[in-house]
């Protein structure tokens, strides 16, 4: 394993180095906390966040200019507090040793275990779209498998990292977990160093840099990319509802969402009744953008890429439908809800993941089109099939590889804690939550007990009869 990176650039990657440092000799003196440690490394993740509540919040819609509360309260503090709860509940039964069968009866009197242990020091590289729930949710599967952690945040997530810097010392020692602000260069550095694993979560083109540098050190990762998920309405499925819960996942966080419906396939003849709901939903749940209820764009360049994504639609015969009374505004970043129809594979809107709340909108005759039209492209991180013809569904989940899939809803798979979540492909690598983030942080150790007898004795040279024989017998038990 290569030693820490030196320095060469200024005293936050010092810092880094040194805090890495610690953390390394600390595993080295104590590399298997046992089950109370654990649980209270975890409850003092809970208790940072409950304690700073309405800080948090208050910081994290700073950071977006608007961020509706009760997004960040659902989308990160239940979440997060929830499986924090699940952990605790499940974790003697995670940390249990797994015996494991001997193969032969040659190897009488053995015994064979798979034993988890901690890893040592993980990194996480959070994006600033759920930071909280992004930064804690690896930390759970972490903790609960004895590990120590760095976290590196977002660069727009200014307000929230300071907070977390500020108040994480009070809950745990450096040697255990720290946070790190970045000014948007310490990302490369952090990803050199030699962690015993790697979280990262945004966009492919990053997460193959990440994996890039992580590959110096051999450092495994966990990669949770980005991609454009499909939604998929079938004829029975009733349009207006499925708009409905389509819409409350699209808009929620304002589209910022990397496992939210990136485009829509719709049966042929409904896109008039599908705007003409659309419009009626979103009238109701947001009569005024201007609302504390409608989340921000991140940054201007954010929002100004939205509009040219738009502009490029229209300018290459898209029709443009906006879904509110209010245009889009700039001052606020507050960026009007939009269907695109009549959308072609040359539109950006249709190349990249869209990050807003933009909703490109297809239509199909037969099931095989929308099969053969998403497996033509990179694997997405999540599909989303709305239909009750349970045929049809599996038809779409056999034949459609993703990350996860919703079935008549999207995204709520991501919040389950006993599914594990992660991407294939071009949209990630490695799963976590619940158990599945055990087992992602900790080596599943396998051990081997000789018994009394050596069962090896008649296989050492010089060979005999009985050498032959024992051969045969081992031959014929392995048929």
């Known amino acids: 394993m290569n030693a820490p990176l030196a320095s060469n650039d200024d005293a936050t990657q010092d810092d880094l180095n040194a805090a890495f440092t610690l953390q390394r000799q600390a595993y080295l003196a104590d590399p298997v906390p046992d089950y109370q440690a654990r649980v209270q490394h975890l409850r003092a993740l809970a208790r940072m966040i409950q304690d700073h509540q309405e800080a948090i919040v208050q910081a994290i819609s700073d950071d977006f200019g608007n961020r509706a509360r009760e997004e960040t309260l659902f989308c990160e503090f239940v979440v997060v507090l929830s499986d924090i709860k699940d952990a605790i509940k499940h974790l003697k039964s995670w940390m249990r040793p ?114 890039a540098n992580a590959a110096e050190n051999l450092t495994p990762v966990t990669l949770e990319l980005g991609g454009k998920a499909p939604a998929i309405l079938a004829p029975d499925f009733p349009l207006e509802e499925a708009a409905r819960r389509l819409l409350f996942v699209k808009l929620l966080n304002a589209g910022q969402i990397c496992t939210t419906a990136d485009y829509l396939f719709v049966p042929e003849g409904t896109l008039d009744a599908l705007v003409d709901a659309a419009k ?14 409608y989340t921000s764009i991140i940054d201007e360049t954010s929002y100004q890429r939205l509009q040219a994504t738009l502009d490029d639609a229209e300018a290459k015969g898209a029709r443009v439908i906006r879904l509110s009374q209010q245009g889009s505004d700039p001052a606020t970043r507050r960026f009007a809800p939009h269907l695109v129809l009549d959308v072609a594979d040359d539109m950006q809107i249709m190349q990249r993941e869209i990050f807003g709340p933009l909703l490109p909108v297809m239509t199909y005759r037969e099931p095989q089109e929308v099969i053969d039209y998403i497996n033509a492209r990179p694997r997405p991180l999540a599909l989303y099939p709305f239909s009750r013809d349970t045929a049809l569904v599996d038809r779409y989940i056999e034949r459609i590889q993703s990350g996860g899939v919703s079935v008549n809803h999207a995204l709520l798979h991501v919040g389950q804690h006993d599914l594990p979540f992660g991407g294939i492909g071009d949209s990630g690598m490695g799963h976590y939550h619940g158990r599945d983030g055990f087992i992602t942080f900790s080596k599943l150790r396998p051990v081997y007990r000789q018994g009394p007898f050596d069962s090896m004795k008649p296989l050492i040279p010089p060979y005999t009869k009985t050498t032959h024989k024992v051969l045969k017998l081992m031959q014929w038990l392995a048929r």
């Open 98 to 211: 797994q015996r494991r069968r001997v193969d032969h009866s040659l190897y009488f009197g053995a015994r064979n275990r798979v034993i988890p242990q901690p890893l040592g020091v993980v990194g996480v590289l959070v994006p600033w779209n759920f930071p909280l729930n992004l930064s804690l949710a690896p930390l759970i599967g972490i903790f609960a498998a004895g590990n120590r952690a760095l976290v590196k945040m977002s660069d727009r997530s200014p307000r929230l990292t300071q907070l977390l810097i500020d108040i994480c010392p009070s809950y745990f020692a450096a040697d255990k977990l720290r946070f790190f602000a970045d000014d948007g260069m310490l990302g490369p550095h952090f990803s050199r160093l030699p962690f015993d694993h790697l979280v990262f979560t945004g966009s492919t083109a990053t997460g193959r840099k990440v994996m």
């Open 280 to 293: 009626a939903i979103v009238h109701q749940r947001y009569p005024d953008l201007a609302s504390p209820d």
